[in-house]
């Protein structure tokens, strides 16, 4: 297993247009050269807008740029893309998909290089390969829905991720290995809200699913971690 640290939440709630556009300078000087790579399913496809549009210099004041609810989505924040405008950019994950872990690329900020790539099951053998050749600086990765969204793979999902997040840690460690100055980061499987799909229908649909995700999440955490005892984000470290 590898050491994992917890990463701290940070609330920018009461921020100031002062302290926005501090927030704003620092993350630019901080992200300067730095290559991003962010591989998962829409919601990671979503975090990669978000920081994209952190780090615009002209989409709007930084105390907006910096609300609470800009990371909840992109109608609730003009100023990151919305999904239809994501799917043009990146392409749509659908279920069952191969992963194309090099779907769509940005540069913003002081030469600050984001790619996103789709990573819906737990373990891709072109992971590794691609972040070999990206080699970037800072790697947010997040999997797993594949194996519950599927229709074909979820009466399987426990076996297939006990399988498969051996092999995903072994991936990680041979890469940290080889590239001990890289920041890896771990993301769990997002809730669902209520929706239209038969997951989310109604309340007890919705809850079902989200039992399941928290499991799958708990699972590959207790792999990749040497304490399985982790919520949310965690940095992997060897």
């Not at 950019?89 to 984001?114: K, L, Q």
């Not at 737990?122 to 969204?149: C, F, K, N, Q, W």
Request: charged content about 20%.
């Amino acid at each position: 297993t590898m050491k994992c640290t917890d990463v701290p939440r940070r609330n920018a709630r009461g921020s100031t247009p002062q302290h926005g556009a501090a927030q704003h300078a620092a993350l630019v000087a901080r992200l300067r050269d730095r290559h991003i790579f962010i591989a998962g399913n829409s919601v990671a496809r979503h975090w990669a807008f978000v920081l994209l549009a952190l780090l615009e210099s002209n989409a709007t004041n930084p105390q907006e740029r910096f609300a609470p609810r800009c990371a909840l989505g992109g109608k609730l924040c003009f100023t990151v893309a919305t999904r239809k405008a994501q799917t043009l950019h990146c392409g749509t994950g659908t279920i069952g998909m191969s992963g194309d872990p090099n779907a769509c690329h940005f540069n913003v900020g002081r030469n600050t290089t984001i790619t996103f790539g789709w990573q819906q099951r737990v373990h891709d053998e072109r992971l590794l390969s691609t972040m070999e050749r990206l080699r970037p600086d800072v790697a947010v990765l997040g999997a797993g829905s594949d194996d519950i969204y599927d229709r074909k793979r979820t009466p399987h999902w426990r076996e297939t991720q006990r399988d498969e997040a051996p092999l995903l840690l072994g991936d990680l460690s041979l890469f940290a290995a080889r590239h001990p100055c890289t920041r890896l980061y771990w993301r769990t499987l997002s809730p669902n809200c209520p929706g239209r799909y038969d997951c989310c229908k109604n309340p007890a649909a919705l809850n079902a699913t989200n039992l399941v995700l928290a499991e799958s999440s708990a699972l590959v955490r207790g792999v990749l971690c040497s304490d399985g005892d982790r919520e949310g984000s965690a940095e992997l470290a060897i």
